[in-house]
């Protein structure tokens, strides 16, 4: 699998309810902070509606969905790229994740005390987002001082990097999240080995009551607005409640939410969106074992796609035979749509699209 969402936020606006609700598993949830003093991780099952139709159509006597890995990390407060509250400990987690999901508290509840002794989304947010950027300056800083250590070698590259820092360090000085930052590619080349903490892509999750999920609210509109400045989505989720239904059965799960006015629930979204944040498709591989869904970052090419499933397979690489969904759906079957001449036959620079259904033909 390999990519995986870390799940951030103040102490207290349901971190672990919500990651406890998506993965099932057993994180402590209490009310004070610190609960979490070590990341949990969970994996997960990306709900992906068109598996459900691949396998009417081909019937397979097995079906291994694709995943996606959520880390639950503990609680940021002011001070933590000082230390404050076990905060090196928390950054260095954060560190280690491919995106991140930031929760927000969207909800009034006098038995669940705040950190900060009141709701107020804005403030919440840019405490940890000023964690972030204080400790990506740091980052930064240490950074700077090695390449100005190797610039007396006269490198265009060295060079080129202490200017990609500056550009970096003075945006962050403004108070900017890095990845708000206009880099072109071979600057993003030399920024992306910093491993900025404010680099990662970002969604928000509003943790609001049942009244705040059905009619929304006022603290969920401020986190809305956050968001459009920061080019980020915002799921809205009832942690609490998402929590109690859990461990029930799908259909009764379905049949409750629908009861609420709810299509979908909001986890399978969280779920969905922590996936697409990290620019991830799914291609399909079927034979008579098996129908399995495969995870790959937008673009990869087709012997890269085929190396997934065993290193063999892109060594050996010859062609990809793929199958277009709604082409597959339209004639009902493999055999009418390879007597249709409707399989598609790529090679070496075939990039794999979203939904594609592919045999590889390699050689040993």
Known sequence: ??????????????????????????????????TTKEPHSGVVTVPDERLTILVKIFKPPNVIPTTIEFVDIAGLVKGANKGEGLGNQFLAHIREVDAIAHVVRCYENENV??????????????????????????????????????????????????????????????GKLARMLNLDDEEKELACHLHLLTAKPVMFIANVDEEGLTKGNDFVKIVEQLAVHRGSKVMVVDGEMEAEIADINYDEREKFLKDLGISESSLDKVIKEGYWLLDLITFYTHNEKELRAWTV??????????????????????????IKLKELIAVGSDAALREKGLLHIHGKDYSIEDGDVVFFRFKV
């Open 297 to 322: 970052k937008k673009g990869t090419k087709a012997p890269k796609a085929a190396g997934k499933i065993h290193t063999d397979f892109e060594k050996g690489f010859i062609k990809a035979e793929v």
């Open 1 to 34: 699998m390999g990519f995986n969402c870390g799940i951030v936020g103040l102490p207290n606006v349901g971190k672990s309810t919500i990651f406890n609700a998506i993965t099932s598993a057993n994180s402590v949830v209490g009310n004070f902070p610190f």
């Open 113 to 174: 005390v705040h950190t900060y002794g009141s709701i107020d989304p804005k403030r919440d947010i840019e405490i940890v987002e000023t964690e972030l950027i204080l400790k990506d300056i740091e980052t930064i800083q240490k950074n700077l001082q090695e390449l100005e250590r190797q610039s007396k070698s006269g490198d265009k590259k060295v060079r080129h990097g202490i200017e990609v820092c500056q550009k970096l360090k003075n945006h962050l000085g403004e």
